[in-house]
């Protein structure tokens, strides 16, 4: 049985990014999911009244990406397949048209490492792709490379269970 006892808000520095399948290491920050309804404006020619509201198309926001620069070419590979330089000489080779698009899997864990919420992010393709910061001799900052992904929707997957926290047991008592 889940706690349903929790009232402190869970924390936002601890998550996991899922694509092919496997856990995206050094991941360090999110962009918020975000959905915007267009409004449709309408109004009866007969209604002297003000002008009626409509929700119209759907729009899924751009999520943003960033992981601390090591030898993971993750986030490379999966820019490459929007656009690849060394291929751009042949035609037809600088995009693979077959596999750009990836599903992503956002995970909040709590405390304890425990996954508490996922988001399932379909259709998923790189926008834009930094591979290096601004790099600075005098600074003293980790390196984090970006990329921002296009989707076509999310949704928070309700199949996970929220687990029991652990509770702590003093040995001493």
């Known amino acids: 049985m889940a706690t349903l006892k929790r009232i402190v808000p869970y924390k936002n520095y601890k998550f996991q990014v899922q694509w092919d399948g496997k856990v995206v290491a050094g ?10 309804s267009q409004v449709i404006t309408w109004r009866d020619g007969g209604d002297p009244s003000a002008p009626h509201h409509s929700p119209g198309q759907v ?18 590979a999966w820019a490459n397949k929007v656009w690849d330089y060394p291929n ?5 080779k600088e995009v693979s048209l077959g596999d750009f698009r990836k599903d992503i899997t956002i995970t909040l864990l ?3 490492g425990q996954a508490v919420m996922a988001w399932n992010v379909y259709k998923c393709w790189v926008s834009e792709y930094s591979a290096t910061p601004d ?10 490379r ?28």
């Open 146 to 173: 970006s990329m921002t992904v296009q989707n076509e929707g999310w949704f928070r997957d309700s199949d996970l269970q929220i687990p029991d926290e652990p509770i702590f047991s003093d040995p001493s008592s």
């Open 88 to 92: 751009s000489a042949q035609l037809g």
């Open 110 to 112: 709590n405390e304890a």
């Open 135 to 144: 790099l600075d001799a005098s600074g003293n900052a980790i390196a984090i």
């Open 27 to 36: 991941i360090n920050h999110v962009g918020a999911l975000t959905r915007t």
């Open 59 to 76: 729009e899924y926001g751009p999520i943003r990406l960033e992981q601390g620069l090591t030898v993971d070419t993750e986030f490379e």
